[in-house]
């Protein structure tokens, strides 16, 4: 080491036999990063730091919690009475499970809506898809753990769409519950794999985060960062608009977990595990209510677990189903009204998969799956020969520069060089 | 000064920077104190804290031990010799020196948490065929502590007597631990 990169010396020492430092200062400090980006950018350190906090009051909660069918549910409402603080650290994970899919769900619309998927970002798309996928077994494992109906009951046909493979299907299902039905077995694994999966959504995380640092953020423009005047360092820009964001989520967060923590819950899932009874209107948890919709409105068991599945699988291959090569809906006026209209379309999935699967609601559970596939593997791949874009900006600087009031001598400076 | 501004906008720049340090300080030790305080008893647990005994069944000479917040408690019915012999004990070369008076509420009956103060065992001299030691109170398994009559330590590498648990007689024989 020719010129000591850090003042503290013994940092020095560490790093020339550990770059560990260097690391750091490089990823998360001097990090060059699009000078342009707006608060929709913050929803990924939400989403890693809501990750830590469900991992921490995860571990704490498992400290307490007994699984097996006879002490769970107790052992539950033990944590809730009697355990110092038990209340809290519940309600944090309880509502933490939301509030991670709120944040997730920003994060992929995002995504969406400024082509963040589209070369040379598509590993890093796909890894985003992968860690939905798994937050989804774990959010599901959790909610089966307290024993209450909900959980039980969820658990039930939640496996049971395995039943829907043909020839194996029984099988499965039988292999998944350990025995003939949902019982001890099958909370006892579910614990287990619930504990051991967040590990590997953060294995994942770090996966996702090597591929983002290699060609940096994508930005609202959506064009390639062309040199230095188009970045600052992460830190201290970024770090403080992280945390400004995660202060205003932390207040919104904390109101929920004091002031309405049941809001989002199942008033059903506070009644213990009943085998023999099932409860009257049965519904997942809110964040999995459109994919719900989708299984619904297929009216055939192999096929709407099919729809279901491939909801997700879509947005693995979504890279390659867009062709267009702007990412950026500012520059792409029809790409823009159809993203909206996804949106629409997956928040009415979400409230008709709350809805009894009965009249109207079956029609329009139906139309709006149809369209949901419709976006993705008709319009997307056609948009582009329809479209015309906007002309992009010649650099994420210019049109920043372009809004100052000395905007042509900076211009002209600029265009010089 | 012709700069006025400069030595203020730094103070106003140091209270922000110290007074956001300070609040986040607290605000992350208001979220760890819950994730620490779970691990302390919990209510339940608390409310299991105490055991009421009969002794009217205990003759002299005889001991049981019972259950106090999991672990064991020793009643021994004294002899009146060993009564004897724990009050004229001279207070003089006592690693931990107590009377006799000090340790019980009534003479007869000597109650003692049964855990050894050395590394947390289960001291032998409850029985009539344990070996109770060279002063024939308790004798420790694990390291060779000796205890007399009154439950002190007297040879071996324990440090203090053996404790006494809070207790109160509910009446001549009925006796209320915790």
Redesign the interface.
């Known amino acids: 080491m020719s010129k000591p990169k850090f003042k503290n010396p013994v940092v020095n020492w560490i790093d020339y036999r550990l770059p560990i430092f260097t690391f750091m200062n490089h990823e998360l400090n001097e990090y060059p990063t699009p000078k342009n980006l707006n608060y929709f950018w913050n929803f990924g350190s939400l989403a890693g730091i809501t990750l830590v906090i469900m991992i921490?009051?995860g571990i704490?909660l498992s400290?307490?919690y007994t699984a097996h069918i006879d002490y769970a549910f107790d052992s539950v409402e033990?944590i809730m009475?009697?355990?110092?603080?038990?209340w809290?650290?519940r309600y944090i994970h309880m509502n933490g499970a939301s509030f991670f899919f709120i944040v997730v769900y920003i994060h992929i619309f995002r995504g969406l809506y400024y082509g963040s998927y589209k070369a040379p970002r598509e590993i890093l798309w796909i890894l985003g898809v992968l860690i939905l996928l798994l937050m989804m077994a774990t959010a599901f494992m959790g909610y089966v753990l307290p024993w209450g109906q909900m959980s039980f009951w969820g658990a039930t046909v939640i496996t049971n769409l395995f039943s829907a493979i043909p020839l194996i299907g029984e099988s499965i299902v039988t292999w998944l519950w350990g025995g003939f039905s949902v019982d001890n077995p099958t909370l006892n694994r579910f614990f287990s794999l619930h504990f051991v999966l967040p590990f590997v959504i953060v294995g994942v995380v770090i996966l996702h985060l090597v591929a983002l640092h290699r060609f940096g953020s994508n930005n609202p423009i959506g064009i390639d960062v062309k040199g230095k005047q188009d970045t600052i360092p992460f830190h201290p820009y970024y770090t403080i608009k992280d945390l400004f964001g995660l202060s205003v989520f932390a207040t919104i967060f904390a109101a929920a977990v004091f002031f309405f923590p049941n809001f989002m819950g199942h008033p059903d899932n506070y009644i213990p595990a009943n085998p023999m009874v099932t409860p009257a209107h049965i519904v997942p948890e809110w964040y999995f209510l459109p994919f719900y919709a989708i299984l619904r409105a297929i009216p055939d068991k192999l096929g709407g677990v099919l729809f279901m599945f491939g909801a997700i699988m879509v947005l693995f291959v979504l890279p390659w189903l867009d062709k267009s090569s702007v990412r950026s809906s500012q520059f792409r006026p029809l790409y823009k009204l159809f993203f909206w209209f996804l949106v629409i379309d997956c928040i009415a999935l979400g409230y008709l998969g709350a809805m009894p699967a009965e009249g109207i609601y079956v029609v329009l559970s139906r139309l709006a799956t149809a369209y949901y596939f419709f976006h993705f593997l008709i319009i997307l791949p056609l948009l582009p020969k329809i479209e015309s874009t906007r002309p992009l900006p010649v650099s994420i600087s210019t049109p920043i520069i372009t809004a100052s009031s000395n905007a042509s001598t900076v211009m002209a400076m600029r265009e010089k060089k | 000064m012709t700069n006025k501004n400069t030595p203020d906008d730094k103070n106003k720049r140091d209270f922000l920077q110290v007074s956001t340090y300070v609040l986040g300080a607290v605000g992350a030790a208001s979220f760890v104190?819950?994730?620490i305080?779970?691990?302390?008893p919990?209510?339940?647990?608390l409310a299991l804290a105490s055991t009421e005994v009969d002794l009217e069944q205990l003759e002299e000479g005889q001991a049981i031990t019972v259950t106090w917040r999991g672990k064991p408690v020793f009643i021994r019915h004294r002899t009146k010799e060993e009564i004897a012999s724990a009050k004229d004990q001279l207070l003089d070369g006592l690693r931990d020196p107590q009377t006799d008076d000090e340790r019980v509420q009534n003479e007869k009956y000597i109650v003692l948490v049964g855990v050894c103060t050395h590394l947390g065992c289960v001291p032998l001299g409850q029985k009539s065929g344990d070996v109770k030691g060279e002063y024939g109170g308790w004798f420790c398994p694990c390291h060779g502590s000796h205890y007399d009559h009154s439950g002190r330590i007297r040879k071996g590498p324990a440090p203090t007597n053996l404790e006494i648990p809070q207790y109160s007689f509910l009446s001549d024989t009925l006796i209320k631990i915790g």
């Open positions: 921490v009051t704490v400290m307490n033990r009475r009697d355990v110092n603080h038990g809290l650290l | 104190w819950p994730l305080n779970q691990m302390n919990a209510a339940d647990t």
